[in-house]
């Protein structure tokens, strides 16, 4: 365990129990950052999971389902333990912001380094401390401030084949309508807690400046479900089927020449924007496209003479997310686009 850290919780104690996790040695340069909530609701015998939210502090839909977990579930409804860092990032949180005050990105900054800046050390809690302690390891994002995703939870693709049927299994718990597969570059939380063999649940909930009544059902339904799925918390499991849904879409969003985008996440480099100006959506996220299909198109504030820019899809797929603010500029990446992935396919690959 890092010696700066301390959580004021014993995690390994039984019943309702609230705290923080503090450096120690915060000073100046701590702050309110430095204060992350922390709950754990433990009882008996079964598999501990450890539910993120607040990860960027612009994604919000994650972070009130986890504060909305802290106080509905009672110990008694719990085999095993949730532990349950429900706003990781509070200072980028209240500032309406993905990242931390320092400009750091708390989702690069794994596995993290004890002797490094507050966040980082943050990072080497978790990777030390949080994931040893758990065998599921969920961490719930949206696109944030000035996106659009599908709500669905995702995951990236381990090569050991049995922790990824675990994985996939997990993430399909969730049981939104489309689930897809994403490229991530090593340093991001569910990264480390994928490399000590942990199963893995990352979310896309939306994003944007409202959260919309049906997104955050799905972010507290899917989360519960996939509590139930792996056995920690009392109830039925629901599927898909079970609701009467039709199977999920599932779609490819992993791309492997290590690009990542100048804007946001990355995510979004399906289309980079070749002008400025103001972003006109044709197709709505969820939907499938064809190759050369316009998605959109680039109006010119400046030359109103001038015709438009269109962005056309650059293969057939499903449009998964965009950019929401209409004001962009050149070079900017503006969707995320996949192509359909058959499920065995998947679980076959080497
Ligand atoms: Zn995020």
């Not at 696109?143 to 693709?157: D, K, L, N, Q, R």
Request: charged share 15%.
């Amino acid at each position: 365990m890092s010696s700066l850290m301390q959580c004021t919780i014993d995690l390994g104690g039984s019943g309702r129990q609230a705290g923080h996790i503090r450096l120690l040695s915060g000073g100046s340069a701590g702050g309110p950052d430095l204060l992350a909530p922390i709950v754990s609701i433990a009882n008996g015998a079964g598999p501990t999971v450890l539910v993120c939210g607040g990860n960027h502090g612009d994604e919000y839909e994650g972070q009130i389902a986890a504060l909305r977990l802290a106080r509905d579930i009672e110990p008694a409804q719990v085999s095993g333990r949730i532990i349950i860092v429900p706003v990781i990032s509070g200072a980028a949180s209240r500032a309406h912001a993905r990242l931390w005050p320092s400009g750091a990105n708390f989702n690069r900054s794994f596995p993290g380094n004890p002797d490094g800046p507050p966040i980082e050390q943050l990072a080497h809690f978790f990777s030390t401390v949080l994931f040893p302690a758990a065998d599921i390891v969920i961490d719930m994002h949206s696109a944030g401030a000035f996106g659009w995703i599908v709500p669905c939870s995702h995951m990236c693709v381990p090569k050991n084949r049995a922790q990824r049927k675990l994985m996939l299994e997990a993430m399909e718990a969730w049981n939104s309508d489309f689930h897809f597969l994403y490229t991530s570059h090593g340093n991001y939380l569910p990264n480390e807690a994928e490399r000590q063999g942990k199963i893995v649940v990352t979310t896309e909930l939306g994003g944007g400046n409202r959260i919309p009544v049906a997104v955050q059902e799905l972010a507290w339904s899917g989360l519960t479900n996939v509590l139930r799925h792996v056995g920690v918390l009392e109830g039925k499991v629901a599927t898909r089927a079970s609701l009467g849904l039709p199977p999920a879409t599932l779609v490819d969003c992993r791309f492997d020449d290590g690009r990542i985008g100048n804007v946001g996440s990355g995510l979004f480099d399906s289309i980079v924007a070749p002008a400025g100006g103001l972003f006109e959506v044709l197709v709505e996220p969820g939907s499938a496209v064809a190759e050369g299909e316009p998605v959109g198109r680039i109006w010119s504030p400046d030359d109103p003479t001038l015709p438009p820019v269109e962005l056309r899809s650059p293969f057939s797929g499903y449009l998964i997310g965009l950019k929401t603010l209409p004001v962009i500029e050149r070079g900017q990446s503006l969707a995320l686009i996949g192509r359909l992935i058959d499920r065995d396919a998947l679980l076959k690959e080497m």
